[in-house]
């Protein structure tokens, strides 16, 4: 029987092949790093979360801030990593060690982009359509708000 082969937006998982889009699944939201990783914003990542920011709205907001993205990228990408670990005890992937070392992996304007739109995608995963509009319309003040503090004028709409 001959193996599937992906192409274009097509991933393989398990052997078999399916369209990107269907493969969030059980480890979240594929990025390739070193190695391709997945983002999943889960209990164990959203309970570490709370420890550090203390609240849900700054949590939710975290990818307009790119240390926080960064934080909240690599305890994502580690507990799908664990998860993946405990899957495939004989195809273990190794954790990434830090937030310097994750940022090694992110070189360029684009590279950085898609982490920061991973870490939003993987963020907002599962939440109604109501709540992602009202975090987006968070997200565009405070980019208003700071584009203003910067330029001493009001970003147009």
């Given amino acids: ?11 393989e998982v398990d052997g078999q092949v399916y ?9 979240g939201v594929p990025i390739m790093l070193d190695i391709e990783r997945h983002m999943i914003f889960n209990l164990n990542v959203l309970e570490a979360c709370v420890e550090r920011y203390q609240n849900m709205d700054d949590i939710l ?21 664990e998860m993946w670990n405990e ?11 830090d937030e310097k070392h994750l940022g090694r992996l992110l070189a360029g304007i684009n590279k950085i ?12 995963e599962g939440l109604p359509q109501d709540k992602i509009k009202e975090v987006e319309e968070v997200e ?7 584009q203003k503090k910067m330029t001493g004028t009001k970003q147009s709409k």
């Fill in 19 to 27: 369209p990107a889009l269907f493969v969030m699944g059980k480890y």
């Fill in 61 to 81: 907001n975290a990818f307009s801030n790119i240390k926080a993205a960064k934080e909240i990228g690599l305890m994502m990408i580690n507990e799908a990593t």
């Fill in 113 to 124: 982009t898609e982490f920061t739109n991973k870490v939003r995608e993987a963020m907002l």
């Fill in 87 to 97: 899957d495939h005890p004989d195809a273990k992937k190794p954790l990434i060690q």
């Fill in 1 to 11: 029987m001959p193996v599937p082969v992906p192409v274009n937006n097509q991933r």
């Fill in 140 to 146: 565009k003040n405070l980019r208003a708000a700071a």
